[in-house]
Nanobody
Framework: QVQLVESGGGLVQAGGSLRLSCAAS????????MGWYRQAPGKQRELVAA???????NYADSVKGRFTISRDNAKNTVYLQMNSLKPEDTAVYYC????????????????WGKGTLVTVSS
């Protein structure tokens, strides 16, 4: 089993920045990909960004150039640096981990965090 604990959400004005953290514990040797999904009210959950154990990354088109995902393997922690935030970024952000890969749909996710709320005011 793998446990994921998120931190760093909150309220920020449009144009501001936040950094989310996700600390993993447990059987982390089994994990390849980690990343972040988000779900806004009334919308489906979507993949925001993902990173593999080798450092390969991918991003949703809507966040490219604004968000950066990184991974500290020594600390078993993944970060999501979010800059130039927009009101449409408001959502609950979930940390996710997979033994294989994270996909746009969440079918490949093996473990979920509980989520952290990000609210961007206009």
């Amino acid at each position: 089993q793998v446990q994921l604990v998120e931190s760093g959400g909150g309220l920020v004005q449009a144009g501001g920045s936040l950094r989310l953290s996700c600390a993993a514990s447990g059987s982390i040797f089994s994990i390849n990909a980690m990343g972040w999904y988000r779900q806004a009210p009334g919308k489906q959950r979507e993949l925001v960004a993902a990173i593999t154990s080798g450092g390969s990354t991918n991003y949703a088109d809507s966040v490219k150039g604004r968000f950066t995902i990184s991974r500290d393997n020594a600390k078993n922690t993944v970060y999501l640096q979010m800059n130039s935030l927009k009101p449409e970024d408001t959502a609950v952000y979930y940390c996710a981990a997979a033994r294989s890969m994270l996909a746009a749909n969440d079918a490949g996710v093996d473990y979920w965090g509980k989520g952290t709320l990000v609210t961007v005011s206009s």
